[in-house]
Structure formats: C-alpha cells, structure tokens
C-alpha cells in the first residue's frame, strides 16, 4: 500500500506563505499524476491542484496566480506553493496520487490519499 506523507501546513496571516509537501513511499510515482485537494470545515473536498507526468498543471479558478504546483521527481516530492493567502484558503489539504501519468481535477481519478495537513489562514 502506498503512502504519503504531507508536511508544511501551518497557521499563517492572511497574505502570507506556505509550501506543502508530499512524498510517496514509492519511487515509482514520481512519474505518475499527482493532486492536491483540500476540505474546509462542513464543506465537500475540493480540487485544488493537479500536475501530470508529464508536468502539465491544473488549477482550481480560485487559486489560480496564488498557488503553484511543482514536483522534484529526484527527491520524488511534489510542492504546493500557496501566495497571498486568504482566510477562505482555510481547510485540511490532501495530497493524492494515482499509477498513472495523467492528472485530472475529479477525486475519483486518485487512488491514493495522504491524511491530510491543516492550514489556517487567519484574517
């Protein structure tokens, strides 16, 4: 069973910064799509962010100019650079990733889920 572990998340200021990391246990998914979805309290899990193999990116509407996604297939990491944080960016962010290397914004393309990392954007 593959693992991944999420670091990063943190309480922050609005307009602030946060990197989020995520490492599989395997190696071999440093060529696979991987996502970042976030849930805010009473809210459904959202997309946030997806990065192909092939390193084409995804955004939600409302991040988009905000957060950037990257991967260090070499420390087999992905990142999710988060910029001018808002306090509706508040919510618990997982990291999720599928034996595939297209990326693509529906939950249910991934098979894999991290525990998640808290962030809290406070006004």
């Known amino acids: 069973q593959v693992q991944l572990v999420e670091s990063g998340g943190g309480l922050v200021q609005a307009g602030g910064s946060l990197r989020l990391s995520c490492a599989p246990s395997e190696r071999t998914f440093s060529v696979y799509a991987m996502g970042w979805f976030r849930q805010a309290p009473g809210k459904e899990r959202d997309f946030v962010a997806a990065i192909s193999g092939g390193g084409t990116t995804y955004y939600q509407d409302s991040v988009k100019g905000r957060f950037t996604i990257s991967r260090d297939n070499a420390k087999n990491t992905v990142y999710l650079q988060m910029n001018s944080l808002k306090p509706e960016d508040t919510a618990v962010y997982y990291c999720?990733?599928?034996?595939?290397?297209?990326?693509?914004?529906?939950?249910?393309?991934?098979?894999?889920w991290g525990q998640g990392t808290q962030v809290t954007v406070s006004s």
């Open positions: 999720a990733t599928r034996r595939g290397i297209r990326a693509g914004i529906t939950q249910s393309m991934y098979d894999y």
